[in-house]
């Protein structure tokens, strides 16, 4: 009888580490697709922030990167360009990029500035709303 016993515990044995390694797997299985849906909501949500982002704000994250850079760009191309022109005319090339240089960067600015002019009507209009609440909290 004893063989039996111990065949027959070998086999529950065999059994239930099948079925944990099945439950393991079935689990796995299952944190891998939450993590993909995870994953594809937040790339959704990242496209979405993206899609309502104002020109303004890509402008300013692109010049933000490379601004510097196209300065530079032209700083160089005047140095380069010095090299082939006459002295006479070094004068106007050198106002010329300077010109260039001074406007795109008061563009970079005007592009990165944060405040945005607002209406002065909408402004008036915000401020007796906030009133208006203030007052309606402190009555109640």
């Known amino acids: 009888m004893k063989p039996e016993i111990s ?3 070998d086999a529950k044995e ?16 299952e944190i891998r697709g939450e993590l993909l849906l995870r994953k594809a909501e937040l790339q959704g949500r990242i496209r979405e922030i993206k899609a309502t982002e104002s020109a303004k704000e890509v402008g300013g994250k692109h010049l933000a990167k490379f601004g510097a ?3 530079c760009l032209l700083v160089l ?9 006459n002295g006479e005319n070094l004068a106007i090339v050198a106002t010329l990029i300077t010109l260039v240089v ?3 960067s008061s563009i970079l600015k005007g592009i990165t500035d944060v405040a945005e002019k607002r209406d002065p009507t909408e402004l008036m209009h915000d401020i007796v709303q906030q009133q208006l609440e203030n007052e309606h909290e402190k009555d109640s």
Do not use: H, N, P
Request: hydrophobic share 55%.
């Open 77 to 85: 191309a005047f140095l380069f360009s010095v090299q082939f022109t």
């Open 14 to 29: 065999a059994q239930l580490l099948g079925s944990t390694k099945e439950a393991i797997q079935l689990r796995m299985a």
């Open 102 to 104: 001074t406007q795109i």
């Open 69 to 71: 850079f196209y300065l």
């Open 7 to 9: 065949v027959d515990k």
